[in-house]
């Protein structure tokens, strides 16, 4: 395989969607001497911004979409769900990277788990659901479980725990009577998540797993690396995630979720076309960042394995802890060693919205871990 053409800095990266991801993606470039072309309607979005260029459009606009053709030289994504059908269109004027088929398969669980099913991935028991009638033919094997509608669910919405078969009509029809799936419910010994850069060439890179722990289906805490998880449960996920990445053909960063069971066995559980919430950590844990990677890979620059210099834990700092307007008040957790503090830029605290998160680094992860507790106190966060 030969390299992709090589965008040298100084070329413009243009980004679908104007979140905290895209804003993170934002700064990496500009390190490396891109000029970034953000679209999003928000006038405050926090990548909008932070980029030379803020296409106040939707991604779904014509005009948008000839702005970046015109005036951009590759295009990436932070946001799960621009239309695939986006991506193909942009694909035929400009390089753009992840692609709209791999990009596809991350927004539908269905044929999320056909590509684990392809890769030899181990994944939760689960039935298609695509009608009222899918019910009666389902086995009592896949409750108690969780209804998650097919396409469109994050951070835990989108989806119905369901404990017997005649509340499932009652919990499709909650969800809008949409395409879903039907997950059993599994007793999980904790959630890991493998993220890895694959380039245009093949070159495919991966962090250590992150231990990722949720609080009402939001990411609250992550530790890195992940304790509990031996050599050998990493290598797997590691492997698999790999073999997904390849069998995609993906190109940019990837995020592969995984539940471990409580016979130390994975199941791979949902993936994101996207630098993840739980490696927000390889910002200050590491030499080069998701986000470097991001660059990168879209760039057709060489992808060196990374190095975690420094273990870390991560906790995601909710809306929930602002008072009205008022934020935290910073200089509590900034006084501890280690601590990392990123805000995104939002103006508007609402309760469950990703405001900012806090790495904190230290030379051992529970050093790290005695400091994020202290941190947590501070700010109010529940203890782990
Ligand atoms: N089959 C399952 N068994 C046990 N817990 C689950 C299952 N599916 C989801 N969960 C829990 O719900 C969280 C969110 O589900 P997920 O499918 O990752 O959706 P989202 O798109 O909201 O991240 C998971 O991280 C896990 O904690
Ligand atoms: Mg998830």
């Not at 070329?11 to 895209?22: E, R």
Request: charged share 20%.
């Amino acid at each position: 395989m030969t390299r992709a053409r090589v965008l040298a800095p100084g070329a413009t990266l243009g980004v679908l969607g104007g979140g905290q991801l895209g804003r993170m993606f934002v700064h990496a470039a500009q390190r490396l001497g891109y000029r970034c072309m953000v679209v999003d309607p928000e006038a405050d979005s926090p990548a909008g911004s932070v980029a030379e260029q803020h296409l106040r459009l939707r991604y779904t606009d014509a005009r948008a979409l000839d702005a970046l053709a015109a005036g951009a030289h590759a295009v990436t994504t932070e946001f799960e769900n621009v239309p695939a059908e986006v991506l193909r269109r942009l694909a035929e004027r400009l390089p753009v990277a992840p692609g709209a088929a791999a990009v596809a398969v991350c927004q539908d669980r269905g044929l999320e788990k056909a590509t684990f099913a392809r890769c030899g991935v181990p994944c939760a028991p689960h039935a298609a659901i695509e009608n009222a009638a899918a019910f009666d033919a389902l086995s009592e094997g896949l409750l108690p479980g969780i209804l998650k509608t097919a396409q469109l669910g994050y951070d835990g919405k989108g989806q119905r725990r369901v404990e017997r078969v005649d509340e499932l009509a009652a919990a499709w029809r909650e969800l809008g009577g949409v395409r879903c799936v039907l997950e059993r419910r599994l007793d999980l010994a904790c959630e890991i998540s493998v993220v890895l850069a694959r380039g245009a060439d093949g070159e495919l890179v991966s962090f250590a797993p992150f231990r990722n722990l949720h609080r009402d289906g939001i990411l609250a805490v992550t530790q890195w690396p992940a304790p509990g998880i031996d050599a050998a449960a990493a290598a797997r996920a590691d492997a698999a995630a790999r073999a997904i990445a390849t069998a995609l053909d993906y190109v940019g960063v990837l995020c592969v979720e995984f539940f471990v069971l409580r016979d130390g066995s994975l199941c791979a559980n949902e993936m994101a076309p996207r630098p993840h919430n739980s490696a927000h950590c390889t910002i200050d844990g590491a030499d080069a960042s998701q986000f470097d990677y991001q660059v990168r890979a879209l760039a057709g620059l060489p992808l060196p394995a990374p190095r975690m210099h420094s273990p870390a834990v991560m906790l995601n700092l909710l809306g929930d802890l602002w008072r009205g307007d008022r934020a935290p008040r910073w200089e509590r957790v900034l006084e501890l060693p280690g601590v990392h503090l990123h805000l995104y830029g939002k103006t508007q605290a609402r309760p469950g919205r990703k405001m900012g998160h806090l790495s904190v680094t230290a030379s051992t992860l529970d050093a790290a871990d005695a400091v994020a507790r202290q941190a947590a106190a501070a700010l109010g966060i529940a203890p782990w």
